[in-house]
């Protein structure tokens, strides 16, 4: 099995999110090779879960007044608030046939190479069932999948440097009418990386791809025009209308 | 009539459930931040729900979501039955 490893590429949150319906279906099909891929966003944004309801979880005033795109994932799991240069996105399309069948094992598998990479480079972090990365201080990251019948998407955020502070003006658990021992919870709960390291954000990617290789192996290479294509066009009718992000 | 319920799994998710009521379960939506496989089984969870009488007990509510063949991750048939209870109450 021949990892592609793609390590480039700025899209917008539908495109990005577009992108893993994209691959995942692509992989099911047999049409492509097992990858791998770093994300690089262009603006801030709100991926929110798949079951999710959109007036829960966003500040809707805020992040209409503030332009940040509110994009539902083909997956389930929570919302994040995210910004192009402080988290780090990555996502495996991984045949099913690689992947534990219990949903709990597999999260721990697949977050298995992420945690020695990190470790590598001297953050404190751990698996924590279910699908969250965890220091000591609070969550770092945490990951969501889903299954066709022979591809698995894993999808992974990181906080780098993310700006909490905003992210409580943007996410609904920042809101007034929650008590402040939940925003305080809320708040502790986030630990980011650059607290604890001096590496650059390119540094810690650098790191995680080569934590990658070392356990799957894969060679660098670019998403092609065609899924490039489908996944502008599945954007455009899919993950930027409200018809779906709004649907809940 | 229309409530809202919610369970927050200890170490897991928070599932709500909205209902519409009389002396029946009419209509209910499910959202959160669980995992469901395959997600289109969402529409199942809801309509195991629906149809009850507004008194159903718990036990017969969770019988009913069980019956839907689906993976429930994060959250359990129990988890959806309390809350829809808490809807209705």
């Known amino acids: 099995m021949n990892w592609r490893i793609v390590n480039e590429g700025t899209y917008s949150e539908p495109v990005q999110q577009a992108l893993e319906e994209v691959l995942t279906d692509r992989l099911d099909r047999g049409e492509m090779d097992p990858t791998f891929r770093v994300w690089y966003r262009d603006r801030r944004a709100?991926?929110?879960?798949?079951?999710?309801?959109?007036?829960?979880?966003?500040?809707?005033?805020?992040?209409?007044?503030?332009?940040?795109?509110?994009?539902?994932?083909?997956?389930?799991?929570?919302?994040?608030?995210?910004?192009?240069?402080?988290?780090?996105?990555?996502?495996?399309?991984?045949?099913?046939?690689?992947?534990?069948?219990?949903?709990?094992?597999?999260?721990?598998?697949?977050?298995?190479?992420?945690?020695?990479?990190?470790?590598?480079?001297?953050?404190?972090?751990?698996?924590?069932?279910?699908?969250?990365?965890?220091?000591?201080?609070?969550?770092?990251?945490?990951?969501?999948?889903?299954?066709?019948?022979?591809?698995?998407?894993?999808?992974?955020?990181?906080?780098?440097?993310?700006?909490?502070?905003?992210?409580?003006?943007?996410?609904?658990?920042?809101?007034d009418k929650i008590s402040d021992k939940a925003v305080k919870s809320a708040e502790k709960r986030v630990a980011v990386m650059r607290d604890y390291l001096d590496d650059t954000r390119e540094e810690v990617i650098d790191a995680l791809i080569d934590a990658f290789r070392d356990s799957y192996g894969g060679t660098a290479g670019s998403l092609t025009d065609e899924e490039l294509s489908e996944a502008y066009e599945l954007a455009e009718a899919k993950y930027a209308t409200d018809e779906w992000n709004k649907k809940l | 009539m229309d409530g809202t319920g919610s369970v927050k799994v200890p170490d897991g998710k928070l599932v709500r459930v909205h209902a519409t009521y009389d002396d029946r379960i009419e209509s209910v939506?499910?959202?959160?931040?669980?995992?469901?496989?395959?997600?289109?089984?969402?529409?199942?969870?809801?309509?195991?729900?629906?149809?009850?009488?507004?008194?159903?007990?718990?036990?017969?509510?969770?019988?009913?979501?069980?019956?839907?063949?689906?993976?429930?991750?994060?959250?359990?048939?129990?988890?959806?039955?309390?809350?829809?209870?808490?809807?209705?109450?």
Request: net charge negative; proline share 5%; charged share 30%.
């Open chain 1, 46 to 175: 709100v991926p929110m879960g798949r079951f999710q309801a959109y007036a829960d979880e966003v500040a809707v005033d805020y992040v209409e007044e503030h332009d940040i795109d509110v994009v539902r994932r083909i997956t389930g799991g929570g919302a994040m608030y995210v910004e192009p240069g402080t988290v780090i996105t990555y996502s495996m399309y991984v045949p099913r046939s690689e992947v534990p069948d219990d949903v709990e094992e597999s999260y721990a598998t697949l977050d298995r190479w992420v945690i020695d990479g990190l470790q590598e480079i001297g953050l404190d972090v751990e698996h924590e069932p279910l699908n969250d990365i965890s220091h000591p201080d609070g969550k770092i990251g945490g990951s969501a999948q889903l299954r066709t019948g022979d591809a698995v998407l894993h999808h992974t955020t990181m906080s780098y440097d993310l700006d909490t502070e905003e992210m409580l003006r943007v996410l609904r658990i920042g809101e």
């Open chain 2, 29 to 89: 939506r499910i959202t959160g931040d669980f995992f469901l496989e395959p997600p289109e089984a969402l529409a199942d969870l809801e309509a195991a729900l629906e149809g009850h009488p507004v008194d159903a007990s718990e036990d017969d509510l969770r019988e009913a979501v069980e019956g839907v063949e689906a993976q429930l991750i994060g959250f359990d048939a129990g988890d959806l039955a309390a809350a829809t209870v808490e809807a209705v109450r």
